[in-house]
């Protein structure tokens, strides 16, 4: 059914009246092996409910795969929009053995699910703004992969778009829109929220609040620091003894914070703009809080050094969904350092999956997998180092063999130039080295300067005997676990930084890398702690 129209007033007084759309999305209502309300279930697919593997609800879908013609498994069914409403679709999938891939479908085909997490819940989301009022469609499609053996069992749960279309951002608000969705059990009036700035001072705040009902607001919110409370009156939180009560803030389609079970109060910390990012980072950094040095250092190495490698082959999947050009052409296409021209068209473009190296005779033959820390450094293909996305970027696979394992640095004299200006050479007479040196283009030079400080945190217990490994790594690393790379080169990734500030993709990024592998990059996150650790 579909839930409750809900009459939303926001603190400046702006009402609307707003409808959830899918029709049993929680796969709860079935007739025999059928779920109501879907419209659409292709033959290559089979269905039926589930009562032991579910994400919310009594039940969820067991989805039976059994052919490689992708053209014959969509689940759809048609929902309705309304024109210039934007709606947060998002579903969760349960792989069972690896060798599918699930797509999300609205109005058109969006991102992959990782079919190599099996036994365990992941979502897939997109953000769709409606270009006129009428009926799209949304689901699933299932696609075969390496290994698949004919029949597979995939679980779908929770398919929904946000309870109620999201607003438009609020009239003249010249900074940062959050979306912040909250969801009452049954006792709303136990339920109380509110907003407060670096100043202390209230943002926004809660209303009276109706029970068993979804509440959806656009916050304009300026650069700086947020705190973020809810209180419950009685103790139990809002879930999950008297209803599914939850919470969420997102910013430009990234969650910042969610929360749904607590006693008394739960607060969230986060801070919006280039400052720190957008992401609820407090408690995650708590352990680095107020230190400065190599004790900052050594703390952060602490916070990050427990992450879950994934495998080298996994890459490719994160490629697929995460290393996609959004941010300049925003065609979709693979998001190539080495090839991608900022500031006009590409000579080549990659299709992700489609174009995956291969051998290749020259550029734009295909792309592979760039680890900026050469593997030569770290001795060959060890994990985790060999796998850690952190610092492995999709390149053009010819110009990533012309880089080789040589350092970055400046180009003063160039023996080899890619179609974006990433220059092979000489280094610069005054940039304190000699030998030869691969330079990116400036847009990408602080991306790569970040990486490079994630490895000298993430890896200090280990990397004192790296600088042996070989000539180019001895050039570039001086063999201690605190300054980690020779004067030169720390001088210069200090400057990239400094001159190259984070970028929304390498925020996009980090926050899909935490996802895929569990650990977070503290240099995107707060770009502060490298003169913290290193001076200016």
């Known amino acids: 059914m579909h839930k409750n129209s809900v009459s939303l007033c926001l603190l400046a007084g702006v009402c609307f009246t707003a409808q959830a759309t899918v029709l049993n999305g929680g796969f709860e209502q079935w007739s025999a092996n059928q779920p109501l309300d879907?419209?659409?279930?292709?033959?290559?697919?089979?269905?039926?409910?589930?009562?032991?593997?579910?994400?919310?609800?009594?039940?969820?879908?067991?989805?039976?795969?059994?052919?490689?013609?992708?053209?014959?498994?969509?689940?759809?069914?048609?929902?309705?929009?309304?024109?210039?409403?934007?709606?947060?679709?998002?579903?969760?999938?349960?792989?069972?053995?690896?060798?599918?891939?699930?797509?999300?479908?609205?109005?058109?085909?969006?991102?992959?699910?990782?079919e190599q997490l099996t036994g365990q819940w992941q979502t897939l989301s997109y953000n769709y703004t409606a270009a006129s009022t009428g009926t799209i469609e949304i689901g699933l499609r299932f696609y075969d992969v390496s290994g698949f053996d004919g029949s597979e069992l995939v679980y779908v749960d929770d398919f929904q778009p946000t309870s109620t279309p999201v607003e438009p951002p609020p009239a003249g608000c010249a900074a940062t829109t959050a979306t912040f969705s909250l969801t009452t059990d049954r006792y709303a009036s136990e339920t109380s929220w509110q907003l407060t700035d670096g100043n202390n001072q209230q943002a926004y705040a809660s209303g009276n609040l109706s029970n068993n009902t979804s509440y959806t607001e656009q916050w304009c919110l300026a650069d700086?620091?947020?705190?973020?409370?809810?209180?419950?009156?009685?103790?139990?939180?809002?879930?999950?003894?008297?209803?599914?009560?939850?919470?969420?803030?997102?910013?430009?389609?990234?969650?910042?914070?969610?929360?749904?079970?607590?006693?008394?109060?739960?607060?969230?910390?986060?801070?919006?703009?280039?400052?720190?990012?957008?992401?609820?980072?407090?408690?995650?950094?708590?352990?680095?809080?107020g230190l400065t040095g190599y004790t900052l250092k050594t703390a952060?190495?602490?916070?990050?050094?427990?992450?879950?490698?994934?495998?080298?082959?996994?890459?490719?999947?994160?490629?697929?969904?995460?290393?996609?050009?959004?941010?300049?052409?925003?065609?979709?296409?693979?998001?190539?350092?080495?090839?991608?021209?900022?500031a006009a068209t590409d000579a080549y473009v990659y299709v992700a999956s489609v174009n995956q190296c291969g051998s290749y005779n020259s550029e734009a033959d295909c792309y592979n997998r760039e680890?900026?820390?050469?593997?030569?450094?770290?001795g060959g293909a060890i994990e985790p180092m060999n796998s850690d996305v952190h610092h492995i970027f999709a390149t053009d696979g010819f110009v990533n063999s012309k880089r080789?394992?040589?350092?970055?640095?400046?180009?003063?004299?160039?023996?080899?130039?890619?179609?974006n200006g990433s220059k092979l050479g000489a280094a610069l007479s005054s940039s304190g080295y000699n030998g030869t040196v691969f330079e990116p283009i400036d847009e990408f030079k602080g991306d790569i300067a970040r990486a490079y400080f994630y490895m000298a945190t993430r890896y200090q217990d280990q990397l004192t005997g790296w600088q042996n490994n070989s000539t180019e790594a001895n050039a570039a690393l001086n063999g201690s676990s605190t300054q980690?790379?020779?004067s030169w080169l720390l001088q210069l990734l200090k400057q990239w930084h400094q001159l190259d500030p984070v970028s929304q993709k390498e925020r996009d990024r980090n926050d899909a890398a935490y996802e895929y592998q569990g650990n977070r990059n503290p240099f995107i996150d707060y770009p502060q702690f490298v003169s913290a650790i290193w001076g200016n």
């Open 38 to 114: 879907w419209s659409q279930i292709d033959s290559g697919i089979t269905l039926s409910p589930s009562n032991t593997i579910k994400l919310a609800g009594a039940r969820a879908a067991a989805v039976n795969v059994n052919t490689t013609d992708q053209a014959n498994t969509d689940l759809r069914q048609s929902v309705n929009v309304s024109a210039g409403q934007t709606y947060n679709f998002s579903t969760a999938v349960y792989h069972t053995e690896g060798n599918m891939r699930a797509r999300l479908y609205v109005n058109g085909y969006q991102g992959y699910s990782n």
């Open 224 to 289: 700086g620091d947020y705190s973020f409370r809810i209180d419950d009156s009685y103790g139990d939180g809002i879930c999950c003894s008297f209803g599914s009560g939850s919470y969420s803030l997102s910013i430009n389609g990234t969650e910042v914070f969610s929360g749904a079970s607590f006693t008394y109060q739960q607060s969230h910390a986060f801070t919006v703009g280039n400052s720190g990012g957008s992401a609820d980072l407090d408690a995650y950094y708590a352990d680095a809080a």
């Open 404 to 419: 080789s394992s040589f350092p970055y640095g400046k180009v003063g004299s160039a023996s080899y130039t890619s179609t």
């Open 300 to 342: 952060l190495h602490n916070i990050i050094s427990s992450h879950t490698a994934q495998g080298y082959s996994a890459l490719w999947t994160f490629y697929t969904v995460n290393e996609l050009d959004n941010y300049y052409e925003q065609d979709g296409s693979i998001l190539d350092i080495y090839s991608e021209n900022p």
């Open 484 to 486: 980690v790379f020779e």
């Open 371 to 378: 680890h900026s820390f050469p593997r030569s450094w770290f």
